[in-house]
């Protein structure tokens, strides 16, 4: 069985950075591919970004976030981040981090980590 854990989120300010990590453990991560959601409060969850295990696909960004976010994995240690910066206020929320062995829905889901952006 799949968990995940994420940690590194807080408040910042509106222009700062965060790191967001996430610990996957109970499979071979290598094989998974990996993605960033996000949920603000009364909204729907959203797609943040993604990169591929085995299938080496070129990682994949909202366009809220293009240029400003960047998601990199460490297959040795099980990890995979999340890098905001240039955070803004539109980018508070929960982000979930989420696993898949094939290229459809996202089977395995952490339990969030919140990001608040002050202005």
């Known amino acids: 069985q799949v968990q995940l854990v994420e940690s590194g989120g807080g408040l910042v300010q509106a222009g700062g950075s965060l790191r967001l990590s996430c610990e996957f453990s109970g499979r071979t991560f290598s094989m998974y591919g990996m993605g960033w959601f996000r949920q603000a409060p009364g909204k729907d969850r959203e797609f943040v970004a993604a990169?591929?295990?085995?299938?080496?696909?070129?990682?994949s960004y909202a366009d809220s976030v293009k240029g400003r976010f960047t998601i990199s994995r460490d297959n040795a240690r099980n990890l995979v981040y999340l890098q905001m910066n240039s955070l803004k206020p539109e980018d508070t929320a929960a982000y979930y981090c989420?696993?898949?062995?094939?290229?459809?829905?996202?089977?395995?889901w952490g339990q969030g980590t919140q990001v608040t952006v002050s202005s």
């Open positions: 990169i591929s295990g085995r299938t080496g696909s070129p990682p």
């Open positions: 989420a696993a898949r062995w094939s290229a459809s829905a996202y089977e395995y």
